[in-house]
């Protein structure tokens, strides 16, 4: 689901850049006021990690073929380091795979990793219902997970939608924009069910990983 080169107007790639700037200089801000930042940087590396290959899962969704996200999970489970470790991610997907293109990255950055600090907000509504309740930390985990990928192709199909190269047969692309985000519906349901699963387990095992800035 990650944008290529060549695909967007200038524009908007310098505003992905500026947003993917500005968010990135918001996120590093709020980790500088955690306790001890340096505490959670191996977390955020592993997971960094895990997002990095993930793009090589592929699951077949007939017509299309789409690949584990994952971005729900890393807010979930990272809180504001989501927001880097993801622009490294994406960064090394770029230049090693050609998933996305360095032009778009600033893009792709913003439209995965702020469904991603969403996803970190909705999770912590589970203490409203008691911190160390199973059953909420388990629903908000499960909604956290589906909703930052849903709002990743919700904002991927705003994107391409409305920028539609002019040298390419508009109808032949939409149906497949469409088609593609289709396909994404069943994996949102898969990433959400895999970050609840995650999330509980590491509550029995190490709760104190749940609780990053």
């Given at each position: ?10 524009a908007i ?6 947003t ?14 955690d306790?001890?930042?340096q505490?959670?940087?191996p ?16 699951i ?32 090394f ?21 702020i ?76 990433e ?10 590491l509550?029995?095992?190490k709760p ?6």
């Amino acid at each position: 689901m990650h944008i290529p080169d060549g695909i967007l107007p200038a524009a908007i790639i310098v505003a992905g850049y500026a947003t993917t700037g500005g968010v990135t200089w918001y996120s590093l801000r709020q980790i500088k006021r955690d306790r001890n930042p340096q505490e959670n940087i191996p977390k955020a590396s592993l997971l960094t990690a895990a997002f990095f290959v993930a793009s090589w899962v592929h699951i077949p969704v007939p017509p299309a073929s789409v690949h584990l996200i994952l971005n729900g999970l890393m807010g979930t489970i990272l809180g504001y380091y989501a927001f880097p470790a993801i622009l490294i991610g994406l960064f090394f997907q770029a230049v090693m795979f050609q998933h996305g293109g360095l032009s778009t990255l600033g893009v792709n950055a913003s439209m995965f990793g702020i469904p991603a600090i969403l996803a970190y907000h909705l999770f912590q509504l589970r203490y409203k219902f008691g911190k160390n309740n199973r059953v909420w930390t388990g629903i908000f985990a499960f909604l956290a997970g589906a909703g930052g990928l849903g709002l990743s192709v919700v904002l991927f199909f705003f994107l391409v939608i409305t920028n539609i190269p002019a040298n390419i047969d508009a109808a032949i692309e939409r149906n497949a924009i469409y088609g593609l985000v289709l396909a994404h519906i069943p994996l949102m349901l898969i990433e959400g069910a895999f970050t609840a699963a995650v999330a509980l387990f590491l509550m029995r095992v190490k709760p104190e990983l749940l609780e990053s800035r």
